[in-house]
């Protein structure tokens, strides 16, 4: 297995919602990360785990609430997001955080907050 | 991590080989070069990477000049399936330990 799956592909949430995004890997890898992507930019970093532990957290707003439950699941739990944090969500994971591993993405998860 | 500049956009023929210039002139010693590309509403592909001599793989062939400053990353027969962002980063073990991408060259395959 050498994919990274995300899901649901689509979510639609109100601001008083509260909802996961989830994303899971089967090859062993020992880093995983959460970026977001707007619309016509590139993506941006959110959080990294390195062996299951919080590694980086770019100063993300509180009402995203990373979990790593095992080295092959990550969540991203949401609670009272804004119309703004509308935004494709990617998972990636690598088989470390060094410079030599390449990044493995899912497809994403388009949400949408109304 | 070193900056990085790319072209904004580029087009090419289908068919015709597809050269994606990056500049990274302040690149170090240690520090990779990679090549991801991004099609419409799908996540990042990683395509190739290197440190200082030229690479190839099935998809992609990277040219790195001798002083590291740039790099071309060559996709030798253009389909339609290649238009997409095409992001340049270069990756050390210090500064910012994640992939981070900057605006990237939209590549548009033309029939």
């Known amino acids: 297995d050498t994919e990274v799956t995300q899901t649901p592909k689509h979510l639609v949430m109100g601001m008083t919602n509260k909802k996961s995004l989830k994303c899971e890997q089967h090859m062993g890898h020992r880093a995983m990360y959460w970026y977001k992507q707007k619309a016509k930019k590139p993506p941006e970093l959110m959080f990294v785990?390195?062996?299951?532990?919080?590694?980086i957290n770019e100063s993300v707003p509180s009402r995203f609430s990373p979990e790593c439950p095992n080295s092959s699941l990550l969540n991203l739990h949401l609670h009272a997001l804004q119309p703004e944090d509308s935004a494709l969500y990617l998972c990636?994971?690598?088989?470390?955080?060094?410079?030599?591993?390449?990044?493995?993405f899912g497809s994403g998860t388009r949400l949408t907050v109304v | 991590d070193a900056k990085t500049t790319q072209p904004t956009s580029m087009d090419c023929a289908e068919g015709r080989a597809a050269n994606l210039p990056c500049n990274h002139s302040t690149i170090s010693g240690n520090e990779y070069v990679y090549w991801y590309r991004q099609i419409h509403s799908q996540g990042p592909q990683y395509i190739i990477h290197?440190?200082?001599n030229n690479e190839t793989n099935e998809m992609a062939s990277l040219i790195i000049t001798e002083d590291r400053k740039s790099s071309t990353l060559i996709l030798p027969h253009a389909t339609l399936r290649d238009t997409a962002v095409y992001y340049c980063?270069?990756?050390?073990?210090?500064?910012?330990?994640?992939?981070?991408f900057g605006s990237g060259t939209r590549l548009q395959v033309q029939p």
């Open positions: 980063i270069v990756r050390g073990d210090t500064g910012r330990r994640a992939l981070t």
């Open positions: 785990y390195s062996y299951e532990k919080l590694s």
């Open positions: 990636a994971s690598s088989p470390g955080e060094g410079r030599y591993y390449g990044y493995t």
């Open positions: 290197g440190l200082k």
